[in-house]
């Protein structure tokens, strides 16, 4: 099994990169990760770069859509911009749901997590996020996990609280499980 994650945040720092830890610790053995490391890279959706005169993509776009196909899974950690997902996480998105018919992003399992400074734990990113992925064609648990309380909430690649860790934990193990019921 091999897990694509799209983290929506693209600054060093970020809490939702060290939420795609936390997660990715809990991978069974054999089980591989790849974190994407550009969304910010890659230009915003434009319907005349998908495919337009020439039928090609750019080279951002069509190795994001590779990685998509050749993954089992998606794991989705989203902060909050604005009570919404950032724009970065959502033009990823875009792209990876398209060409219609043959997304690379039609009918993988996905999974949400999230992680801000508010108690709210990021709730309308994660809840935007399951509504993007549904209308994309992902298979996408409606169950996300939201982590609050900024970085005190953290403690390197682990999460203070061990009931929110186990949440993580279980989620992962349902998106795996999703995963595995669709290869067999
Ligand atoms: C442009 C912008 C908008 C934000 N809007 C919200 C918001 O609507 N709700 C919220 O809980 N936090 C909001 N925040 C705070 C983020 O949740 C916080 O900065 C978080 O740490 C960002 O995630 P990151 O650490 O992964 O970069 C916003 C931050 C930025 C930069």
Same mark, same amino acid.
């Given at each position: 099994?091999?897990?694509?994650?799209?983290?929506?945040?693209?600054?060093?720092?970020?809490?939702?990169?060290?939420?795609?830890?936390?997660?990715?610790?809990?991978?069974?053995?054999?089980?591989?990760?790849?974190?994407?490391?550009?969304?910010?890279?890659?230009?915003?959706?434009?319907?005349?770069?998908?495919?337009?005169?020439?039928?090609?993509?750019? /080279?951002?776009?069509?190795?994001?859509?590779?990685?998509?196909?050749?993954?089992?899974?998606?794991?989705?950690?989203?902060?909050?911009?604005?009570?919404?997902?950032?724009?970065?996480?959502?033009?990823?998105?875009?792209?990876?749901?398209?060409?219609?018919?043959?997304?690379?992003?039609?009918?993988?399992?996905?999974?949400?997590?999230?992680?801000?400074?508010?108690?709210?734990?990021?709730?309308?990113?994660?809840?935007?996020?399951?509504?993007?992925?549904?209308?994309?064609?992902?298979?996408?648990?409606? /169950?996300?996990?939201?982590?609050?309380?900024?970085?005190?909430?953290?403690?390197?690649?682990?999460?203070? /609280?061990?009931?929110?860790?186990?949440?993580?934990?279980?989620?992962?193990?349902?998106?795996?499980?999703?995963?595995?019921?669709?290869?067999?």
């Amino acid at each position: 099994m091999h897990v694509l994650v799209l983290v929506g945040s693209l600054r060093a720092g970020s809490l939702n990169r060290r939420l795609a830890a936390v997660a990715l610790r809990h991978l069974p053995a054999g089980t591989t990760a790849t974190v994407w490391p550009d969304l910010g890279r890659l230009p915003h959706y434009d319907q005349d770069l998908d495919g337009g005169l020439t039928g090609t993509v750019p /080279e951002s776009v069509a190795a994001l859509r590779t990685a998509m196909t050749a993954a089992d899974a998606l794991l989705v950690v989203t902060p909050e911009y604005n009570g919404s997902l950032p724009g970065v996480l959502k033009n990823a998105l875009d792209w990876l749901s398209r060409p219609r018919g043959q997304a690379s992003i039609a009918g993988k399992p996905a999974a949400v997590l999230g992680a801000s400074l508010s108690g709210y734990a990021a709730r309308w990113a994660r809840e935007d996020a399951v509504r993007v992925l549904r209308v994309a064609g992902a298979d996408v648990l409606e /169950e996300t996990v939201g982590v609050p309380g900024g970085p005190a909430a953290f403690a390197g690649d682990l999460l203070v /609280e061990g009931e929110l860790d186990h949440a993580v934990g279980d989620l992962v193990g349902a998106l795996l499980g999703r995963a595995q019921a669709l290869a067999a």
